[in-house]
T-cell receptor, first 113, second 119 residues
C-alpha cells in the first residue's frame, strides 16, 4: 500500500529561524514521484517541487531546500530564514504510474514576527 | 495566463438538492481530477478523467457524479446522496496519467477551490 506520513501537525517558529518539515513515504513501486505543495490561507495549492524516484539529487531554490533519501524513504523540506509569508499548510504527496496520488495530512507552519 | 478556474468560490446547498461545481482549464491537459479536503486532513480523490468522455471513480466517489464532454471542462455534481458534503473541493489537471507524466517534471496544477456548505 502507498502511504505518506507527515508526523508534524503544526510547527511554530520565530521569523528568521530555519525549519524542516518531515515527509516519510511508503511504496512498493520502483518508479514513483514526490511533490511538495503549499496551501496558504486563501486555499489554493501552490506547487513547490517535484522529484522523481530515479533522480536523488537534492535541490535548493532560494530559501527552500529539499532532501530526498530513498534509503529512509524520506523527502524533507527545509525553509531557511523563515518569513511570515511562509505561514501556510504544506503537503507532501506521492504518485506512481497510475492515477493515484497520495497526500499526507499536511503540516501547518506558523511563522511569528 | 494558463490555469484552472473553479467556480463558484463559495456554494451553499439545501437538503435534498444537487449542486454542480465548475472546473475549467486552458492548459491543454488531458487528465483532470477532483479532490475533497476536510479540515486538518489531506486531499482525497473523488473522481479522475484521463481523456474526454472517460472518467473513473477515486477513493470517495459515492454521492458524487462527473462528466467530461470537453477537454477543458470537468464539472462535479454533489448529489443529495452525499450526506456530508461540507468540505473544500479542489480541481486539478495534469498533462497525463501514464508514462508521459511519469517521466516528465510536470506537477498536477490546482484551482483555487470551492468551499461547499450546508444551509
Amino acid at each position: 500500500a502507498q502511504k505518506v506520513t507527515q508526523a508534524q501537525t503544526e510547527i511554530s517558529v520565530v521569523e528568521k529561524e530555519d525549519v524542516t518539515l518531515d515527509c516519510v513515504y511508503e511504496t512498493r513501486d520502483t518508479t514513483y514521484y514526490l511533490f511538495w505543495y503549499k496551501q496558504p490561507p486563501s486555499g489554493e495549492l501552490v506547487f513547490l517541487i517535484r522529484r522523481n524516484s530515479f533522480d536523488e539529487q537534492n535541490e535548493i531554490s532560494g530559501r527552500y531546500s529539499w532532501n530526498f533519501q530513498k534509503s529512509t524513504s524520506s523527502f524533507n523540506f527545509t525553509i531557511t530564514a523563515s518569513q511570515v509569508v511562509d505561514s501556510a499548510v504544506y503537503f507532501c504527496a506521492l504518485g506512481s504510474g497510475t492515477y493515484k496520488y497520495i497526500f499526507g495530512t499536511g503540516t501547518r507552519l506558523k511563522v511569528l514576527a | 495566463d494558463g490555469g484552472i478556474t473553479q467556480s463558484p468560490k463559495y456554494l451553499f446547498r439545501k437538503e435534498g438538492q444537487n449542486v454542480t461545481l465548475s472546473c475549467e482549464q486552458n492548459l491543454n491537459h488531458d487528465a483532470m481530477y477532483w479532490y475533497r479536503q476536510d479540515p486538518g486532513q489531506g486531499l482525497r480523490l473523488i473522481y479522475y478523467s484521463q481523456i474526454v468522455n472517460d472518467f473513473q471513480k477515486g477513493d470517495i466517489a459515492e454521492g458524487y457524479s462527473v462528466s467530461r464532454e470537453k477537454k477543458e471542462s470537468f464539472p462535479l455534481t454533489v448529489t443529495s446522496a452525499q450526506k456530508n458534503p461540507t468540505a473544500f473541493y479542489l480541481c486539478a489537471s495534469s498533462i497525463g496519467i501514464g508514462q508521459a507524466f511519469m517521466f516528465s517534471n510536470q506537477p498536477q496544477h490546482f484551482g483555487d477551490g470551492t468551499r461547499l456548505s450546508i444551509l
